[in-house]
Nanobody, 120 residues
């Protein structure tokens, strides 16, 4: 089994910064893409940022230039640096990892979510 544990959420004023982290552990042979999603109340879950094993990144238009996704492959950890936060960034943020296990199964795993609240 594989577990994803997120950390770093909290309450911040508009214009502030937060850094999220997500550490994967368990029967991991390799991790392909890792990503951050978010879900605001009453809205669908949406992709925020994604990073491949090789380091290629993509961002939602709404966070481009403000958020930066990175990963530490040695630690099986993905980060999301969030700057210039806006109230509309308020959501539960979820980590996602595309994992190949030692049993050669390739599965998408999710973290439990971490709340980010941006006050105006």
């Amino acid at each position: 089994q594989v577990q994803l544990v997120e950390s770093g959420g909290g309450l911040v004023q508009a214009g502030g910064s937060l850094r999220l982290a997500c550490a994967a552990s368990g029967s991991i042979r390799s991790i392909n893409a890792m990503a951050w999603y978010r879900q605001a109340p009453g809205k669908q879950r949406e992709l925020v940022a994604r990073i491949t094993a090789g380091g290629s990144t993509t961002y939602a238009d709404s966070v481009q230039g403000r958020f930066t996704i990175s990963r530490d492959n040695a630690r099986n950890t993905v980060y999301l640096q969030m700057n210039s936060l806006k109230p509309e960034d308020t959501a539960v943020y979820y980590c996602n990892a595309d994992v190949t296990t030692y049993g050669s199964l390739r599965t998408s795993y999710w973290g439990q979510g971490t709340q980010v609240t941006v006050s105006s």
